[in-house]
């Protein structure tokens, strides 16, 4: 089966229990129609670069998931309805990484940018 990641935006004004909630409904949503949830992040509340629907801040969650495209149209159909889900951004990948995302890593984990070019 393919495999995707998904992230996920909901309203600032939910509990992370609430936002948490989500992930798991549409974890289930995956499940029901012959996929499943590799792995799944709740990345916290954090500003957005621009207003979305009049908000600023909004939950983000990750999924790793494999499972056939008409099981990914359908959770995203689901998540263009709930009115709590602001943005759902789905990529379909070749191979899923290991360990956690860049997003859950601390600084020193990460892989070093390279130096910066001169300016002229």
Do not use: C
């Amino acid at each position: 089966m393919p495999l995707y990641e998904h992230v996920m935006i909901s309203r600032q004004d939910l509990s992370s229990a609430q936002a948490e909630g989500l992930v798991e409904h549409f974890s289930t949503v995956l499940a029901d129609n012959g996929g499943s949830v590799v792995m799944s992040e709740y990345w916290g509340v954090k500003t957005m670069a621009y207003k979305i629907n009049k908000n600023r801040k909004g939950h983000y969650a990750f999924l790793r998931t494999d499972a056939p495209s008409s099981a990914v149209q359908e959770m995203e159909r689901l998540a263009r309805l709930h009115d709590d889900v602001m943005r759902v951004l789905t990529i379909k990948v070749d191979a899923h990484e290991e360990g956690p995302s860049v997003q859950m890593q601390k600084r020193d984990e990460r892989p070093e940018r390279g130096e910066r070019r001169e300016r002229r």
